[in-house]
């Protein structure tokens, strides 16, 4: 029988699909080693590809899945696609408050509120903000001096970096609100979308 939480962490990626190929297009783009993933909830497949990542939840739900880490990591060391020892690790708090952890060269955000606005001072210099726009993260980074929009990854997981310009414009030019993005927690409809984002920390 399988473990507890393999058979949880299956069952959320029959739900949501798994992200793996999105995470190792990324890191093989940008030489990604190290990653935080704040608001993970059960989503381990970045330690798939990225030999070091600090996963961080303030739900219970995650905090008793990473309970079993011993069993986490031994699935990651089998599963795994980089020949390192995997260096894997959750902090059970909000990552609003303070982290005690060092800069990385990614942070993954995906569905989970203001990562990059939030974590951004734990991303080195040159770093990587991966995210997309469902509660407007995407958005917040755009205009946001301290990142530059470099890429964006299409549902078929290829990173591109052209013709980024189209990207977070309304129809007839609208301005963007990003009082009501905040309020509202919410991305827009731009006229042309990713489903992800890349930016670089430039600041
Ligand atoms: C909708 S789930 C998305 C989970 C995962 N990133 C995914 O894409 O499937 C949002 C997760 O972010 C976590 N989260 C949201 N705000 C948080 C915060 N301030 N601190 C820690 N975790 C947070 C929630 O507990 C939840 O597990």
Sequence with gaps: ???????????????????????KAV????????????????DISPSLV??????????KGAIRFF?????????????????????????????TEPLEIGQVDLIISQYAGFVGQETKQYLKPGGI????????????????????L??????????????LERYFKLPKEKPIDLKMVKDKMKGLKYTAAAENYVFRKIS
């Design 1 to 23: 029988m399988e473990k507890r939480f393999l058979e949880e962490y299956k069952e959320y990626i029959r739900k949501i699909g798994d992200r793996k190929a999105l995470y």
């Design 27 to 42: 890191a093989k783009a940008y030489g990604v080693q190290q990653a935080i993933y704040p608001g993970s909830f059960i």
């Design 50 to 59: 990225i030999p070091e990542v600090i996963y961080i939840d303030n739900f």
């Design 67 to 95: 309970k079993q880490m011993d069993g986490i990591q031994d699935y990651i060391e089998q599963n795994k696609e980089y020949p390192q020892a995997c260096e894997i690790s959750f902090i059970g708090q909000d990552y």
């Design 129 to 148: 903000l991966l995210c997309n726009d469902s509660h407007g993260d995407a958005t917040l980074a755009r205009f946001d001096d301290d990142f530059e």
């Design 150 to 163: 470099i890429g964006v990854v299409s549902g078929n997981n290829e990173v591109e970096q052209g013709e």
